[in-house]
Each structure stands twice: as C-alpha cells, then as structure tokens.
C-alpha cells in the first residue's frame, strides 16, 4: 500500500516537472513551438494512458519504460488534442480540453496495450 502511495506521489511530482519544462520550452526562439507541440502530445496521451495503466496495476517504472519505448505512438496518440487547442485562447482552450479529453480517454480503452 505504501509504495502505491508513494509511486503515486512520485508520478504527480513528475508530471508536475515535465508540465513546467513543456511551458518553459515554449519560449525558445524558432524551435519552441515545434517542441511545446510535441511535448504537450506527450503529455495529454500520458493523461489518457495513466487512468488504464492505474486500473490494471502497472508499476511506475513499467509505465515509463512503456512510455518511453513507443514515444511516436504518444506523440501521434496525443496530437489530435494538441492540435485542437494549440491556436486558441486559453479558456477556449480549456472547454475543448474539457470535451475532448473523455473521449480520447475512452478511445485508448479499445486499445491493447
């Protein structure tokens, strides 16, 4: 039980990192954009995954490994949102999310992974 809290508690402080460098890297002149794009497709399809891979009980550092073998499959998995919201406002941005993100996370339930 408590390694569960305690991967859980590693895995928060993680995305709660990466989420900074994904904006801090959008900043970066000429490549910034490409690279905010393609690292906030990581991390929407990591949001989507992480609700599946809690309920079948992988361990952290399978998920990571997982994650990090099929890196073009996250990034391609993730896109859709990412290109939903990347041009629009904040709050606009917001309310697609808030549609979009169930269905997407729907979707991977299909998968077999």
Excluded: H
Excluded at 71 to 78: H, L, N, R, V
Excluded at 81 to 106: D, E, K
């Amino acid at each position: 039980m408590m390694l569960m809290i305690g991967e859980q508690i590693y895995s928060i402080l993680m995305i709660t990192i990466f989420f900074i460098e994904v904006s801090a890297v959008g900043y970066i002149p000429y490549i910034g954009k490409l690279m905010n794009f393609i690292l906030q497709s990581w991390i929407y399809a990591y949001y989507c995954f992480e609700y599946k891979w809690n309920f079948i009980e992988w361990s952290l550092s399978k998920r990571i490994y997982f994650f990090e073998t099929n890196w073009a499959f996250f990034a391609g998995f993730g896109s859709p949102c990412v290109l939903a919201t990347f041009f629009s406002s904040q709050l606009i941005s917001s309310g697609i999310m808030a549609i979009l993100f169930p269905l997407v996370r729907r979707r991977n339930y299909a998968l077999d992974i």
